[in-house]
C-alpha cells in the first residue's frame, strides 16, 4: 500500500496552510479511487501540542487510513550550493513518503542540494519549490514536480508569478530561494545564482 506524507508547520501551537493540506490529502484520496479522506485538523487537536516554536507535524498515511504522527522541532536549513540534476523520468506528482529516487540523485551529486532538471526546464529541489528573482520580481517554474501548498498560497497572494524556467534563460535571473510548507517566502534566506555549481557554460550537468 502506497504512503504518503504531509509536513505541516506548526509555530507557537498554530498550525499553518491547513487548509492546502487539506485539500492535497483529499485530492489524492479521490485519485486513487478512495472516498473519504482523514482529517488533518482533527489529528491536530488530538495531540494537544502545547509548546511555542517551530515544529514540523510530519503525518504518514496510507489510503486505508492508517496514520502515524511525529512532531519535530524544526529550524530553516542554509545550504552552501547546489546542482543541476537532469532526470526526464522523474514523478513526483503525489507527496509519496518514498524518497528513495530523490536520495540517488542527490548521493550522485557534487553538492549539498540538488535542482531536479526534467526535459530542458528547471522543477523543484528534493524537498522545495523554487522562486527565482529577476528584477524586483519573484517567479516559479511552471514545470513544478510537486505544486506545492506554499507555492499555491504565494500564487494566490500574487506576490509571485509563474514563469517558464529552461537550462537556456536560467542566467537570466540573479538570485534564487527555496520554500515549502515550513519555508516561507523570506529574505534571509536568498541565494546568488551563481551557487549553484553547474550553471550552463560552466561545466557539463549530471545526467542520472
Known amino acids: 500500500m502506497s504512503q504518503f506524507i504531509e509536513s505541516i508547520k506548526v509555530e507557537d501551537q498554530e498550525i499553518f496552510l491547513l487548509d492546502l493540506h487539506q485539500k492535497r490529502v483529499n485530492q489524492t484520496f479521490a485519485h486513487f479511487g478512495k472516498e473519504g479522506s482523514i482529517d488533518l485538523a482533527k489529528i491536530f487537536k488530538h495531540l494537544e501540542h502545547d509548546e511555542d516554536g517551530m515544529y514540523k507535524l510530519r503525518i504518514s498515511y496510507d489510503l486505508d487510513k492508517k496514520i502515524r504522527t511525529q512532531m519535530i522541532p524544526y529550524a530553516i536549513p542554509e545550504i552552501q550550493d547546489f546542482q543541476l540534476v537532469e532526470n526526464n523520468s522523474f514523478d513526483y506528482s503525489f507527496k509519496f513518503e518514498d524518497r528513495k529516487e530523490l536520495e540517488k540523485m542527490k548521493m550522485k551529486s557534487k ?20 522562486l527565482f528573482q529577476k528584477g524586483k520580481d519573484w517567479f516559479t517554474p511552471t514545470t513544478y514536480l510537486l505544486n506545492g501548498v506554499q507555492r499555491q498560497n504565494l500564487l494566490k497572494q500574487k506576490k509571485i508569478k509563474e514563469t517558464e524556467i529552461t537550462l537556456q534563460n536560467i542566467k537570466q535571473f540573479s538570485h534564487f530561494q527555496l520554500i515549502n510548507a515550513m519555508n516561507d517566502f523570506d529574505d534571509m534566506f536568498i541565494y546568488p545564482i551563481d551557487r549553484i555549481i553547474n550553471l550552463p557554460g560552466n561545466e557539463e550537468y549530471l545526467d542520472l
Open 111 to 130: 553538492a549539498e542540494e540538488i535542482i531536479i532538471v526534467k526535459n530542458n526546464h528547471i522543477t523543484d529541489t528534493s524537498f522545495s519549490n523554487l
